[in-house]
T-cell receptor, first 112, second 114 residues
Framework: SAVISQKPSRDICQRGTSLTIQCQVD?????MFWYRQQPGQSLTLIAT?????????ESGFVIDKFPISRPNLTFSTLTVSNMSPEDSSIYLC?????????FGPGTRLTVL | DQQVKQNSPSLSVQEGRISILNCDYT??????FLWYKKYPAEGPTFLIS?????DKNEDGRFTVFLNKSAKHLSLHIVPSQPGDSAVYFC?????????????FGSGTRLLVRP
């Protein structure tokens, strides 16, 4: 399995500001993913981040709102831009290994 | 349109009894299914999976059954233990989709009563 850490673990932010979430993996992986879990709902894939290429966004998510970086095979960042209260969610990164996905602990974001 | 559905938001069972969590899917391209367990303030933890070429996969107290014709899978936990209390998500993917994209259900909160 993979050990995945995320920073910050939680944050409370003001409307209109931006937050960058970091995801660090203890081994090199090709595919990393960013998910969102809104209160009481399921996990929804935001985008797939592969090293060396642009992130691929799912329907309903755009790069201007959720820019992603993937500078190397062990690290990625997700920025939540121009936040509104509707962005309050848990944001999780995951990696694909051995036909499974392993998840980080998540970042709990509250936007006031 | 929800492609993966967990119609029971919660389930309560007595310790020692069997827990059965259900999941339905609509996309016939899905051929790999996974169950994840999630505790509060933690990320989902992989529990067990099944490929569409099988109808059953067992790992200790956990067994997943797949009924392809009904597009239905279930997770059986026996015997249930209080430490099993968590939210359980089923997820599905299509092997033809090389991105390993997972589509998740909405989750079932399991409470195992001592």
């Amino acid at each position: 399995s993979a050990v995945i850490s995320q920073k910050p673990s939680r944050d409370i932010c003001q409307r209109g500001t931006s937050l960058t979430i970091q995801c660090q993996v203890d081994s090199q992986v090709t595919m990393m993913f960013w998910y969102r879990q809104q209160p009481g709902q399921s996990l929804t894939l935001i985008a797939t981040a592969n090293q060396g290429s642009e992130a691929t966004y799912e329907s309903g998510f755009v790069i201007d709102k959720f820019p992603i970086s993937r500078p190397n095979l062990t690290f990625s960042t997700l920025t939540v831009s121009n936040m509104s209260p509707e962005d309050s969610s848990i944001y999780l990164c995951s990696v694909a290994m051995y036909n499974e996905q392993f998840f980080g602990p998540g970042t709990r974001l509250t936007v006031l | 349109d929800q492609q993966v559905k967990q119609n029971s938001p919660s389930l309560s069972v007595q310790e020692g009894r069997i827990s059965i969590l259900n999941c339905d899917y609509t996309n016939s391209m899905f051929d790999y299914f996974l169950w994840y367990k999630k505790y509060p303030a933690e990320g989902p933890t992989f529990l067990i999976s099944i490929s569409s070429i099988k109808d059953k996969n067992e790992d200790g107290r956990f067994t997943v059954f797949l009924n392809k014709s009904a597009k239905h899978l279930s997770l059986h936990i026996v015997p249930s233990q209080p430490g099993d209390s968590a939210v359980y998500f089923c997820a599905a993917s299509a092997s033809g989709d090389s991105s390993y994209k997972l589509i998740f259900g909405s989750g079932t909160r399991l409470l195992v009563r001592p």
